[in-house]
């Protein structure tokens, strides 16, 4: 069984930074990809940044070099730094898991407002 927990959202201004965490359990969350993606009101969702079970990382055009996505294999977490936020990025984050082979699983989300 699979559980993704997402903390760090909330309220920010223009230019501020935020960290969302993810916290994995599970028996497969080590040898599976973890990602973040996001979903405006009214949009789709879409890949913000992914990273593989051997660091390998893939960001959306948007977020780079403003996002890092990182993981710790050890604690099974998986972190996305938000920097120089915008308002374009305000949305539900959700936290996903793909294991290699199977569906993946999403977290419950947690909502990024950018706001001055």
């Known amino acids: 069984q699979v559980q993704l927990v997402e903390s760090g959202g909330g309220l920010v201004q223009p230019g501020e930074s935020l960290r969302l965490s993810c916290a994995a359990s599970g028996r497969i969350v080590s040898i599976s990809s973890m990602g973040w993606y996001r979903q405006a009101p009214g949009k789709q969702r879409d890949l913000v940044a992914r990273i593989s079970r051997g660091g390998t990382t893939t960001y959306a055009d948007s977020v780079k070099g403003r996002f890092t996505i990182s993981r710790d294999n050890t604690k099974n977490t998986v972190d996305l730094q938000m920097n120089s936020l915008k308002p374009e990025d305000t949305a539900v984050y959700y936290c996903?898991?793909?294991?290699?082979?199977?569906?993946?699983?999403w977290g419950q989300g947690t909502q990024v407002t950018v706001s001055s």
């Open positions: 996903k898991l793909d294991p290699p082979l199977g569906p993946g699983y």
